[in-house]
């Protein structure tokens, strides 16, 4: 009567070797990133289900700080992959050489704004995010503020000390406002709205989201910050209206690309794959309407309707190749 008891405990030692076994077959992939916290999880079980031999580990801090760290390490890599950072940040890699020459499976299917012009392809775009005002209606009742339509509604002294930004140094959506700016008002004339509204800022923190917050708890009355954050402030109740200038908003793209001589070339690829997918593009869509893929869309409650057509032109390669220049002008100012 024993004989059925041994056998159940053969078969369960047996699954316990294989799955043993199976964990120690995947691949370690140390993926560097500027995803929000929240989409880390979401993301990591849908690469690890789509690719079952990977094991992602994330690194993950906020646009400037990846970028910085990534092109610190250049002659020592420490990823494999880079996965949710701006595209002007992996064109900076791809002029340093430190992006593998790939293009996924799929990938013409996307939408051209959102892949790499120059080959061979480096970079390939997941999704768009924008800076936009977040505006208290509250407290700006209460200070006796109009509801700005213009960047340059920003500029009056009413405003002074309740505006917040990003830092353009560590928050894509700092920088990539920095360079809509300039990009559509001349350098000029940019650096000069952009003295006269320094005025008015109160804080520029390192995080494109936490002006949003400031807003949205009344702690300021407006603040520039990334366009998903502004919609998921609102519909969680806060007294927001997201404003989306009538000279139009800067943006960027989201973008992955393997890291050049990584160990882990083969699982990193079909992780590439399945990131330029209509499947991963649907995942985006839980957080950003506007998706590399052009039948992939999602619209969120409290979104702004405009979005797209107040959208700039945007040149990624001159946002890269500026950049240093561009951050070392805005500290000097």
Known sequence: MFKPLRALALAAMTLAIAAGSHAQSRTKLTIYSALENDQLAPFKAAIERAVPEAEVEWVRDSTGVITARFLAEKDNPKADMVLGLAASSMLLFEQANLLEAYTPAGSEQLRPSFRDTQPPSTWTGMDAFLGVICFNTVEAKKAGIP??????????????????????????????????????MGADAAWKFMDALHQNIGVDPHSGSAPC??????????????????????????????????????????????????????????????????AANELYARWYPITAHPEVKNVPANYPANAEARMVRMDFTEMARQRAAILAEWSRR
């Open 147 to 184: 509801q700005p339509s213009s960047w340059r509604d920003l500029l009056d002294p009413k405003y002074r000390g309740q505006l917040v930004m990003p830092h353009p140094a560590s928050s894509g959506t700092g920088y990539l406002t920095v360079a809509g700016w300039i990009q559509t």
């Open 213 to 278: 917050v400031q807003a949205a708890t009344g702690e300021r009355i407006a603040g520039i910050s990334l366009d998903t954050r502004a919609a998921k402030e609102k519909t969680n109740g806060a007294p927001l209206e997201v404003v989306l200038p009538t000279e139009g908003v800067g943006w960027d793209v989201e973008a992955f690309g393997i890291v050049r001589g990584t160990k882990n070339m083969a699982v990193a690829r079909k992780v590439a794959d399945w990131a330029a997918s209509k």
